[in-house]
């Protein structure tokens, strides 16, 4: 799941970097609002942390024009801001969850993935196809209920392809989902990610489920989950 | 006591007109009566001086030529009147035939003029009485050898006393059906005013009625405008307005209350959740030792600031500080100018300093140091690309300091919040190394009421201008 956090305070900047990176999540960190706007605006983030207080342009005019502009990305607002006016200011003005400061980690990683299931409209942290299961909370795959060791790259690739289970998945989207801003792909990243998941799959016997799609990108095979 | 406007205005007004009616009815009746009773004396009058032309003189004796045809109500009747001639001495001449055997008293009256006086008449009836002493004319049966004008000694004429009375039941009567009309009248007009004062009042004090509805209806939160001032009477839009001015004193007190508060919340809630963050990840994830000592070595630059805090909240809620004496003593202000801007030339912006010499106060210089370092330091820290300029003036017996730094990061707004507890623009939000919790300008503004100094700040042109004015001694 890719996140976009941003917060003026370096030391609770870098802290979250670090956190949800080994959480599971691809991170970019920024410490200003116009540039958190940016990349919000120019990117395709899974969750957004947002601060409210932040130097150039505040968290509230950001949310704000997130929405008025159509981007459909979930925000957090996490912030030291408690009043329930801001609360609810917050709210309607397009936030999906509130957090104050002082939080606990776990609770912040808990809701940024609650927010991402919604964005695939899954309710539940377990995404099952056929004896294919993904556990999105203990980061897992197991196929009939044996673990499959995966890197955490594949783990995220083989979410997101079943997370957009039947529809083709360009390359360009996948290198989205699975790097930072930060971080830039070899040309053949992807398909060497997918190599390797395939590999893994097939070796627990699971049927390959992640197809081709010449010129285009991968899919996730609806259905192909149980064993033929 | 009765507390309601309109209702001791619609008593007063009652009152008042009922006490002038009942004055001008009092003199009416008192008018009506002395007329209606004076009719009764101009009657009595007549009949007594009727019969004084009637009594004659004949020989050494009196002599009443009465008619009863003349005056048939002195006849016995049911309700007569009477009559009674004497001779001065007290010698009944005359009766009427309606007193029979009884007599009337002998009245004391003097020649000039008729007495009347109110009587109980021998019937037992109430009545009015009226008497008259008058010197006698001679009869036709005198002699011309005895008429005076033949005489050489003018004859002295007897002189007799007639006395008349009647009945003042009626005049009474109508006296009394006067005073009741008076009074029903009277009570239809008290209660008619009551009811229409009443109404009137009601009428007019509406306006007031309304004001005071709506100012109960309105919402605590309610700010400036909410108090409708058009169509006002003009005794009232100077209450309505002041109310409105004071909502919106209220509630631009109340603002900044919550942005204080938000502003304190945020200030003292961030160290701690980048403590905690800190700290829990490098316990969750540690990388290698170097990554452990860097988080020590933030946590550890948190805690300090945490403690800058803390005092500075401190110094500020302290109340033994508000109870501290001020020390004062003669000093140089300019020396002292000078030397902080010495102390502080080897931080990064310069400034220019335009300082007057010999500029001498009494005051506490600790404190004095401590508000000018601060505005200096300020100065320094947040101005924005330009000269930061210092002077310090003497007018007359006043002594100003004043600072000017570029500020293109503020406006207005900004600087009517400068003064406010922990309010930072953007620009000094981010925490960085140098902490900055917006409590400068609130400690030297504090500190400047202690020692009866002046600190105001305005933004001019894009530069934002801190003075501090105080009194200054006697150029020596």
């Known amino acids: 799941m890719r996140v976009l956090v941003i917060e003026d305070s370096k030391i609770l900047r870098e ?80 936030a999906d969850d509130y957090l104050t400061k002082p939080f606990e980690f776990d609770e912040l990683v808990a809701r940024i993935e609650a927010l991402g299931r919604r964005r695939y409209a899954r309710k539940s942290p377990v995404l099952v196809e056929g004896d294919l299961e993904v556990d999105q909370g203990s980061r897992q795959i197991r196929y009939r209920g044996a673990v499959i060791e995966v890197a955490r790259r594949e783990f995220n690739l083989l979410r997101f392809l079943l997370l957009r289970r039947g529809e083709i998945v360009t390359r360009i989207e996948i290198e989205d989902h699975l790097y930072n801003e930060h971080t830039l792909p070899d040309s053949n990243s992807v398909d060497s990610a997918i190599c390797s998941l395939r590999r893994k799959l097939r070796h627990a016997g699971c049927p390959d489920v992640i197809a081709t799609r010449r010129g285009v990108g991968y899919v996730f095979r609806q259905g192909e989950g149980d064993t033929p | 006591m009765i507390r309601s406007i309109r209702w001791r205005v619609a008593v007063t007004t009652t009152l008042g007109v009922l006490l002038v009616g009942g ?82 008293m002998f009245p004391s009256t003097s020649r000039e003029e008729v007495a009347h006086w109110d009587l109980v008449l021998p019937d037992g009836r109430p009545g009015r009485a009226a008497a008259l002493a008058f010197a006698v004319t001679e009869g036709d049966d005198v002699d011309a050898e005895d008429d005076p004008a033949n005489s050489a000694v003018p004859p002295v004429l007897p002189v007799a006393v007639i006395m008349a009375a009647k009945s003042r039941i009626p005049l009474d009567s109508r006296l009394a059906s006067l005073r009741l009309s008076v009074a029903l009248v009277g009570l239809g007009l008290a209660a008619g005013l009551a009811f229409v004062v009443g109404h009137l009042v009601g009428r007019g004090l509406r306006p007031l009625h309304r004001l005071s509805q709506e100012v109960g209806a309105l919402d605590p939160r309610a700010g400036p405008g909410a108090l409708p001032l058009n169509g006002l009477p003009t005794e009232l839009f100077p209450i309505a307005h002041r109310i409105d001015d004071l909502l919106a004193r209220m509630h631009a007190a109340l603002e900044r209350e919550r942005r204080v508060t938000a502003n304190i919340a945020h200030e003292l809630r961030t160290p701690v959740s980048e403590l905690q963050s800190l700290t829990e990840v490098a316990i969750r994830w540690p990388k290698d030792e170097q990554h452990l000592r860097r988080s020590l070595v933030s946590a550890h630059a948190v805690a300090r600031r945490m403690n800058s805090l803390t005092e500075a909240i401190l110094r500020l809620s302290n109340p033994e500080e508000a109870r501290l004496t001020i020390e004062s003593e003669r000093f140089d202000l300019s020396e002292l100018t000078r030397e902080l801007l010495t102390e502080s030339e080897g931080k990064v912006r310069p400034i220019e300093a335009d300082l007057a010499e010999g500029v001498s106060i009494t005051s506490d210089k600790v404190a004095l140091r401590i508000i000018l370092a601060n505005l200096i330091d300020n100065a320094r820290e947040h101005a924005s690309e330009g000269p930061i300029v210092c002077r310090l003036a003497r007018d007359d017996d006043v002594a100003e300091f004043c600072i000017s730094n570029p500020a293109e990061d503020l406006d207005e707004d900004d600087v009517a919040c400068l003064g406010e507890r922990f309010w930072r623009n953007d620009a000094t939000r981010t925490s960085g190394d140098r902490p900055h919790f917006g409590l400068g300008l609130t400690i030297a503004s504090e500190l400047c009421a202690r020692i009866g100094a002046e600190l105001s700040h305005r933004l001019v042109s894009g530069r934002l201008e801190v003075r501090v004015r105080m009194p200054a001694n006697e150029s020596t």
């Open chain 1, 15 to 94: 802290s979250l970097q670090r956190g949800l990176s080994c959480s599971g999540f691809v991170v970019d960190v920024v410490g200003d609002g116009r540039q958190g706007w940016i990349y919000a605006s120019r990117n395709d983030y899974d969750v957004v942390v947002l601060d409210l207080m932040l130097p150039s342009m505040d968290g509230m005019e950001i949310l704000t024009k997130l929405r008025a502009e159509g981007h459909d990305c979930h925000v957090l607002v996490l912030t030291a801001r408690d009043a329930l006016e801001q609360r609810v200011a917050g709210l309607k003005a397009g």
């Open chain 2, 23 to 104: 004055g001008a009815a009092a003199a009416w009746y008192s008018l009506a009566s002395d007329i209606l009773s004076s009719e009764l004396d101009d009657e009595l009058d007549s009949k007594v001086k009727t019969l004084a032309t009637l009594t004659r003189c004949v020989g050494d004796a009196l002599e009443l030529e009465f008619s009863d045809e003349l005056m048939p109500d002195f006849l016995p009747g049911k309700e007569p009147s009477y009559f009674q001639v004497w001779q001065r001495d007290g010698a009944i001449v005359e009766r009427s035939r309606s007193l029979g055997e009884r007599t009337l």
